[in-house]
């Protein structure tokens, strides 16, 4: 079945580092493709997506390329807060039938002052 | 506006005891999906219901597992005879098709299940 894998944690990093969380899937399809973020205390948010090859997901600073070639789907941020501690969560989607999410085991991510 | 709301946010059961957790999606998403959150497992889907259409069962670990949706918007899923395993953080989300076709999932707080 598809899987998603992600780089083991936690990562900690200080702040304004430049941040890259590996992601990588197994498909039988053509799958869209997301990256989910858990702050301490709250739930799942939707942090960014891309649905085809190329696309380039952005949001808050993050982003992620879609890559067929190497079925990944690295996260990277230039400078990051001590805001953006949380766990991320990679994960893939049918692009038909249920969509329903298959994630990868999730990074934990601090970033000290 | 209103986001996916679950109650209860935590509930403490014995072992053997049945469980009901609720689930009010966003209104108007027609699809609506419960996930499970646990230290062994990480996220798994569980089930998944989209309008009249018969539900996606494929994810219930087990038969004392079942879940319904009330007139197309509220959800329970309900845990029989509840064993220490079925201890986790219950997700439940909803979605609705978005114009690039993606079902664009927004979840709720969750529910922390723990069995004693």
């Known amino acids: 079945g598809d899987s998603v894998t992600q780089m083991e944690g936690p990562v900690t990093l200080s702040e304004e580092a430049f941040l890259t969380i590996n992601c990588t899937y197994t498909?039988?399809?053509?799958?869209?493709l997301f990256w989910y973020v858990q702050y301490p205390g709250e739930g799942l948010q939707l942090l960014l997506k891309?649905?085809?090859?190329?696309d380039k997901g952005s949001n808050k600073g993050f982003e992620a390329t879609y890559r067929k070639e190497t079925t990944s789907f690295h996260l990277e941020k230039g400078s990051v807060q001590v805001s953006d501690s949380a766990v991320y969560f990679c994960?893939?989607?049918?692009?038909?039938?249920?969509?329903?999410?298959?994630f990868g085991q999730g990074t934990r991510l601090t970033i000290n002052p | 506006g209103a986001g996916v709301s679950q109650s209860p946010s935590n509930k403490v059961t014995e072992k053997g005891k049945d469980v009901e957790l609720r689930c009010d999606p966003i209104?108007?998403?027609?699809?609506l999906y419960w996930y499970r959150q646990s230290l062994g497992q990480g996220l798994e889907f569980l089930i998944y219901?989209?309008?009249?259409?018969?539900?996606?069962k494929s994810g219930l670990p087990s038969d004392r597992f079942s879940a319904e949706r009330t007139g197309g918007s509220v959800s329970t899923l309900t845990i029989q005879r509840t064993q220490q395993e079925d201890s986790a953080v219950y997700l439940c989300?909803?979605?609705?098709?978005?114009?690039?076709?993606?079902?664009?999932?927004?979840f709720g707080p969750g529910t922390r299940l723990t069995v004693t």
């Open positions: 989300a909803s979605s609705f098709r978005g114009r690039d076709r993606t079902y664009e999932q927004y």
């Open positions: 994960a893939l989607s049918d692009r038909e039938g249920a969509q329903k999410l298959v």
């Open positions: 209104s108007g998403h027609t699809a």
């Open positions: 219901f989209q309008g009249n259409s018969a539900p996606d």
């Open positions: 891309a649905t085809k090859a190329d």
């Open positions: 498909a039988t399809g053509y799958p869209s």
